[in-house]
């Protein structure tokens, strides 16, 4: 028996199928998501609640003329397959395949490349705007969850939107839930309204009382639109968006074709900016999403048949950097009644759950608001609590000005937790965490740290807490290579860098998750009888001067070696550093991130790509010293010849 998804390409092919083929359609697309997601890890919950919905949105509009923006994007797999990538659908976040988030790279149907939240109305708008002003006549379309819509941005742009009176669709996707629980009184808003009788339910009902009526009839029964509306307005509690002077439809059932299909066409052409709430069920049509859909947000491998999450046999339970801090923090906590936390929507990501759940009255996630968090931290600090941020490297930039201006400025005591520092694989470039040095070290009043490993990390939380001021913490999504985690804390003195292994014929100078890659690197060096010093640095701000100074004054070859942006990067603290003191910054070479977005794959493949594995540092240290050999030779062999 042929399947309807094989038919289906583009989505000119779904608009030859009838409504009634629709829901076998949504059947085979949920089938064939989790088919792929099993094999090769995804977002899944997500994508398997929005399948009618995209659906009925590429059956009701034509977005190669008209545009659908996706907030976040993880939910786009389904518009993925319906827009001519279902057969490179199972190369989805692998290295040189598919983004797991919509990419204007890929396709036509993504008119841009996104990965984080609370963007998509603005978005929306502008184009509407241009639209506008350009003369051409189409639909936009922002589809938002129930925890973007109340992200900063994301009400920002409703309020903007309200005023310009611009047409656009804002099509909110409420299934209660972000990545974990939706959180804050917008969401305890939206579960009032899901509480109420659904639109589509009201409008059944007054039609039938008018169809009824005997004197009225049908002629009455042209004036239902406005009679529906009229009680809408009194019935349901979406006043919040009509007071903004935005139309407000909803909510209706996500699940149901006839109603999406039928709503869709009603609302599609009116004038001005509109809010279609949606209901849907994450992780919808495969029951263990449904009964966790935290946990297959992004699970691992698993059975399609059952949802168990593989294993691979006999594999080492090793410890994430995640953990270390999550357990610390909770150790911290324990000991100090003023220590604190808060994270933006992502308390299961950066480790704070079990933070959370331990101590509830101290946790504070604000959802998808990291301005606000930032700026909550502020006033903890002042009010004499001592503030954890877990947020990652990536999401912290969308709050830089709280940082200069709620934390350095105020000289709060403030220690950010940076998870996803540096190349973070599959998710890409919207996530890799590359910047964070460069943003953060420019600032006054701010320490900056990375550990070289778990025990490390650990003491480092330690040390920002007893410093009382502001810190950040930068660490990789990868495990420790620490076989176990010290019970005791180690002391060292902010600034302070530490020699691991000593030679005499140059220097790595590693910062964070690169410090063990270079110990590896010495050993190939050293079985080509090349001896270099490693050197942890720990610090990025401040940087050990005075040890830093001594290398270049006493080495060939100094190689700064981070997994960060080389622009504005450690390597550069270092060679400013060099360069003020008037010392030879021709020593010094820097290896990192090239300037360039890196594209998605497996972070030790995209580190080995750009020569950040331990061969890659050592071929290119090697290479510098031939270079370095043969220019020093023609110097020699030039001085010579001026001599004669």
């Given at each position: 028996m042929s399947k309807l998804l094989d038919s289906v390409e583009y989505p000119e092919d779904l608009k030859k199928l009838k409504p009634a083929d629709l829901p076998k359609l949504a059947a085979e697309i949920r089938e064939f998501i989790v088919d792929a997601v099993s094999k090769n890890p995804?977002?899944?919950?997500?994508?398997?609640?929005?399948?009618?919905?995209?659906i009925a949105l590429h059956y009701c509009f034509d977005f190669k003329r008209d545009k659908i923006i996706w907030?976040?994007?993880?939910?786009?797999?389904?518009?993925?397959?319906?827009?001519?990538?279902?057969?490179?659908?199972?190369?989805?976040?692998?290295?040189?395949?598919l983004s797991g988030f919509p990419d204007k790279n890929e396709s036509p149907y993504d008119p841009f490349t996104c990965g984080h939240s609370g963007n998509a109305i603005s978005a929306a708008l502008g184009m509407s705007c241009a639209d506008s002003i350009l003369g051409y006549k189409r639909s936009i379309v922002a589809v938002v969850g129930d925890g973007a819509i109340g992200a900063g941005m994301s009400l920002e742009a409703l309020n903007h939107a309200g005023d310009l009176k611009k047409n656009l669709l804002v099509v909110l996707n409420d299934n209660e839930m972000s990545i974990s629980n939706t959180v804050g009184a917008f969401s305890?808003?939206?579960?009032?309204?899901?509480?109420?009788?659904?639109?589509?339910?009201?409008?059944?009902?007054?039609?039938?009382?008018?169809?009824?009526?005997?004197?009225?009839?049908?002629?009455?029964?042209?004036?239902?639109?406005?009679?529906?509306?009229?009680?809408?307005?009194?019935?349901?509690?979406?006043?919040?968006?009509?007071?903004?002077?935005?139309?407000?439809?909803?909510?209706?059932?996500?699940?149901?074709?006839?109603?999406?299909?039928?709503?869709?066409?009603?609302?599609?052409?009116?004038?001005?900016?509109v809010v279609l709430h949606v209901i849907t069920e994450k992780g919808r049509g495969f029951e263990p999403a449904c009964q966790n859909p935290t946990q297959y947000h992004s699970a691992g491998k698993f059975e399609m048949c059952n949802g168990k999450i593989l294993h691979v046999a006999d594999e080492p339970k090793n410890i994430s950097y995640t953990k270390v801090f999550g357990d610390t923090l909770i150790e911290l906590a324990k000991a100090d009644l003023k220590v604190v936390g808060i994270t933006a929507a992502m308390p299961d990501g950066t480790g704070i759950a079990s933070f959370g759940k331990k101590f509830p009255d101290r946790f504070y996630d604000v959802g998808i608001c990291e301005q606000?968090?930032?700026?909550?931290?502020?006033?903890?600090?002042?009010?004499?609590?001592?503030?954890?941020?877990?947020?990652?490297?990536?999401?912290?930039?969308?709050?830089?000005?709280?940082?200069?201006?709620?934390?350095?400025?105020?000289?709060?005591?403030?220690?950010?937790?940076?998870?996803?520092?540096?190349?973070?694989?599959?998710?890409?470039?919207?996530?890799?965490?590359?910047?964070?040095?460069?943003?953060?070290?420019?600032?006054?009043?701010?320490?900056?740290?990375?550990?070289?490993?778990?025990?490390?990390?650990?003491?480092?939380?330690?040390?920002?807490?007893?410093?009382?001021?502001?810190?950040?913490?930068?660490?990789?999504?990868?495990?420790?290579?620490?076989?176990?985690?010290?019970?005791?804390?180690?002391?060292?003195?902010?600034?302070?860098?530490?020699?691991?292994?000593?030679?005499?014929?140059?220097?790595?100078?590693?910062?964070?998750?690169?410090?063990?890659?270079?110990?590896?690197?010495?050993?190939?060096?050293?079985?080509?009888?090349?001896?270099?010093?490693?050197?942890?640095?720990?610090?990025?701000?401040?940087?050990?001067k005075a040890l830093i100074l001594e290398l270049v004054r006493n080495h060939k070859l100094i190689a700064t070696v981070e997994d960060h942006a080389l622009m504005g990067g450690f390597g550069s603290a270092v060679l400013e550093l060099v360069s003020e003191e008037r010392e030879d910054a021709g020593k010094v070479i820097r290896m990192g991130i090239p300037d360039r977005f890196m594209e998605h794959g497996p972070r030790n493949l995209i580190l080995k790509n750009i020569g950040l594995d331990e061969d890659g540092i050592a071929d290119k240290f090697i290479a510098t010293l031939e270079l370095m050999d043969i220019h020093s030779s023609f110097t020699k062999a030039g001085n010579r010849r001026l001599t004669v």
């Open positions: 995804g977002h899944l919950s997500s994508n398997l609640g929005v399948v009618e919905l995209t907030d976040v994007g993880h939910q786009a797999y389904v518009h993925k397959i319906l827009t001519g990538r279902k057969s490179k659908f199972p190369t989805l976040r692998q290295y040189k395949g305890k808003y939206l579960n009032k309204i899901r509480t109420a009788p659904l639109y589509a339910d009201i409008k059944k009902e007054i039609h039938n009382i008018l169809n009824v009526l005997p004197v009225f009839g049908k002629p009455v029964g042209k004036t239902l639109e406005h009679a529906v509306e009229l009680i809408r307005r009194g019935a349901i509690p979406g006043r919040i968006f009509e007071d903004l002077g935005i139309n407000y439809f909803g909510p209706i059932d996500g699940h149901n074709f006839q109603i999406l299909i039928e709503t869709l066409n009603d609302i599609k052409h009116l004038e001005g900016p606000h968090g930032v700026g909550l931290a502020n006033g903890l600090s002042v009010g004499g609590l001592k503030p954890f941020v877990a947020i990652y490297s990536t999401f912290l930039q969308r709050a830089y000005d709280q940082v200069f201006h709620d934390i350095c400025l105020q000289r709060n005591g403030v220690v950010f937790a940076l998870d996803r520092a540096g190349i973070v694989g599959n998710d890409g470039p919207t996530h890799n965490g590359v910047f964070d040095i460069a943003y953060l070290r420019n600032l006054p009043e701010i320490i900056l740290m990375a550990p070289k490993d778990g025990n490390e990390l650990k003491s480092m939380l330690k040390i920002a807490l007893d410093s009382g001021k502001a810190v950040a913490i930068r660490y990789p999504k990868e495990d420790i290579p620490d076989k176990e985690i010290n019970p005791q804390y180690k002391t060292f003195e902010i600034g302070k860098a530490e020699v691991l292994r000593k030679g005499a014929d140059g220097v790595l100078l590693a910062y964070g998750a690169m410090v063990y890659r270079c110990l590896h690197a010495a050993e190939k060096l050293s079985e080509k009888g090349i001896e270099v010093t490693v050197v942890n640095a720990r610090f990025a701000k401040p940087l050990d």
